[in-house]
């Protein structure tokens, strides 16, 4: 084997249990080549990620996922060496941070309407100071006795179409992939399956987002089938993108994922993450000289 990568990664400045610190460790006991930190709609982890993947000979860049306005669809991007400074995407990720914000007060709302009463206060302490998603109303929910696990608040509370669920504010597509560009990174789509659309659909979906400069696919991801697999590397040669891949690793929220392998099973080659850097190196012109 020539270097396994994992560009796929959440630390406690998202929904991950782990510091990125942590998640550093982690990538080094099993033996990664490269690795990359890709919290919900912030960078805020970056820094402290990279000083610790430069010190633990990891290689990295920097990483986000943001998730984008497809009305009843999950639509996840990942965006990948983008300078975090870049004033136009920083203020759009407070937007969105802020709708963040905005919508976990009327899931609150929604809760307590129905007979769980948990506070901001409670949802804010599972985040440890991050940014607060569903998955720590859900873990604030558990602990109260509202719910048995995540899953079942998920199911009962916090999915879409679920009784406390609320939509929040999200960049389309096509302004994330604008903004990225802005800030001298690219983007790949994550976990192509979570969108729900058939073949035909997403072959659409990915042709719309590669005349706006979409770079890659996430085509190995954990859970993706064989069968999976070959129609997103089908797309990618298709369209002239990238083949990226990660686990989305979270730490104790997805227990049983792990880094790198996620179920045992996964491979990403650090070649991905070579094309990745490369890729990221032409689109901004000061780097590497
Ligand atoms: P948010 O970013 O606040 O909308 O929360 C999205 C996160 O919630 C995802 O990254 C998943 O980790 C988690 N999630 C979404 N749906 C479910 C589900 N049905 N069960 C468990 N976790 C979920
Ligand atoms: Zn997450
Ligand atoms: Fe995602
Ligand atoms: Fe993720």
């Known amino acids: 084997m020539d270097g396994l990568a994992d560009l796929h990664l959440h630390s406690t400045f998202s929904d991950g249990t782990c510091t990125p ?152 597509p096509e302004e994330a992939l604008e903004l990225v560009a802005g800030a001298g990174g690219i983007v790949s789509l994550a976990h192509p399956s979570s969108t729900g659309y058939n073949p035909a659909e997403l072959r659409r979906f990915v042709e719309r987002l590669a005349a706006h400069g979409l770079a890659g696919i996430e085509c190995l991801y954990t859970g993706h089938l064989p069968n999976q697999v070959a129609e997103y590397v089908g797309l990618a040669r298709e369209f002239g993108l990238l083949v990226t891949g990660g686990t989305d690793f979270h730490g104790g929220n997805k227990p049983g994922i792990r880094i790198g392998v996620a179920y045992g099973r996964l491979h990403v080659p650090v070649s991905a993450f070579d094309a990745l850097e490369a890729r990221c190196a032409a689109v901004r012109p000061n780097a590497g000289g």
């Open 21 to 172: 610190e942590e998640v550093v460790a982690l990538a080094a006991e099993a033996g990664l080549a490269a690795a990359v930190l890709t919290d919900h709609d912030t960078m805020e982890g970056t820094p402290r990620f990279l000083a610790a993947a430069r010190a633990a000979g990891i290689r990295s860049l920097s990483g986000m996922e943001i998730s984008a306005d497809v009305p009843r669809r999950t639509v996840h991007l990942l965006a990948y060496g983008c300078d975090p400074a870049e004033p136009r995407l920083a203020a759009a990720m407070r937007r969105v941070r802020d709708g963040r914000a905005e919508r976990n007060e009327r899931i609150l709302g929604k809760l307590a309407r129905l007979g769980c009463p948990i506070t901001a206060e409670e949802v804010r302490a599972e985040a440890g100071g991050g940014v607060v998603g569903r998955p720590h109303i859900a873990a604030a929910l558990v602990r109260r006795g509202f719910a048995a696990d995540g899953a079942d608040a998920f199911r009962r509370f916090l999915s879409r179409g679920a009784a406390a669920y609320a939509e929040r504010f999200r960049l389309a």
